[in-house]
C-alpha cells in the first residue's frame, strides 16, 4: 500500500539525548514536512524539503535537524538544544510545493517523551 | 506573519445536534483546506476550496470559503458519533501553509 511509515510509534529519551524520527513515503512525493503537536495547539511546521538534498526551515526549527538525502526519506533528528521536545511529531508530503495547492498526506505520528 | 484561528477550541454536542467551526485568517489566501484527526490518529484530508465564496457539500458536512477569502467555515448537520475528532483548517497564504489550532468535537449519544 502507498503512503508515509513513522518509526518508531513511542520513544521515550533522557534529557541531552538526541533522538531520530524516520519518515519513508513510497507515494513518489517531492515534498516533505515535519510538524509537531501539542495538546490544545494546531500542528507548527518545523521544516520542510520541496526537492532532494534541499531544506528550510519552518515555524519553530530551533533544537531540530533533518536531510533529505532520498526523495523517499526525510529524518528528523530532535537534539537536546530542543528545550521541550515531549509531544507528538507528524511526517507528511504533498506531490507538489506548498503553495500549489497539493493535499498533504500525514504519516501516523510519533509520540516522543522525554524523562 | 500569516495567523489562522479557529473558534471555538472545544465543542461538545447532543448527538442529533449540529456544529460549526470557524477559520480566520489575518492575511488573504489562495485557497484552504480542511482536515479531520480521529482521536490518536493523524490528521486526513478531507477537502479544498478556492474560489471566493466558494460552498461545497460532503454529504452531513458544508464547508464555505468567505468572500474576502479571509475565513472559512465547516458545518456538519445532525452530528453522530463518528463525527467525533478535531477538525483543522489550513489556509495558503504567500508561500506558506498554516494550519489552524483545531477544533476538537466530542458528541454526546
Known amino acids: 500500500d502507498g503512503g508515509i511509515t513513522q518509526s518508531p510509534k513511542y520513544l521515550f529519551r533522557k534529557e541531552g539525548q538526541n533522538v531520530t524520527l524516520s519518515c519513508e513515503q513510497n507515494l513518489n512525493h517531492d515534498a516533505m514536512y515535519w510538524y509537531r503537536q501539542d495538546p490544545g495547539q494546531g500542528l507548527r511546521l518545523i521544516y520542510y524539503s520541496q526537492i532532494v538534498n534541499d531544506f528550510q526551515k519552518g515555524d519553530i526549527a530551533e533544537g531540530y535537524s533533518v536531510s533529505r538525502e532520498k526523495k523517499e526519506s526525510f529524518p528528523l533528528t530532535v537534539t537536546s538544544a530542543q528545550k521541550n521536545p515531549t509531544a507528538f511529531y507528524l511526517c507528511?508530503?504533498?506531490?507538489?510545493?506548498?503553495?500549489?495547492?497539493?493535499?498533504?498526506?500525514f504519516g501516523e505520528g510519533s509520540w516522543l517523551t522525554v524523562v | 506573519g500569516q495567523q489562522v484561528m479557529q473558534i471555538p477550541q472545544y465543542q461538545h454536542v447532543q448527538e442529533g445536534e449540529d456544529f460549526t467551526t470557524y477559520c480566520n485568517s489575518s492575511t488573504t489566501l489562495s485557497n484552504i483546506q480542511w482536515y479531520k484527526q480521529r482521536p490518536g490518529g493523524h490528521p486526513v484530508f478531507l477537502i479544498q476550496?478556492?474560489?471566493?465564496?466558494e460552498v461545497k457539500k460532503q454529504k452531513r458536512l458544508t464547508f464555505q470559503f468567505g468572500e474576502a477569502k479571509k475565513n472559512s467555515s465547516l458545518h456538519i448537520t445532525a452530528t453522530q458519533t463518528t463525527d467525533v475528532g478535531t477538525y483543522f483548517c489550513?489556509?495558503?497564504?504567500?508561500?506558506?501553509?498554516?494550519f489552524g489550532t483545531g477544533t476538537k468535537l466530542q458528541v454526546i449519544p
Open positions: 476550496l478556492v474560489k471566493s465564496g
Open positions: 507528511a508530503s504533498s506531490t507538489g510545493q506548498v503553495i500549489s495547492g497539493n493535499t498533504i498526506y
Open positions: 489550513a489556509g495558503r497564504g504567500y508561500q506558506k501553509v498554516t
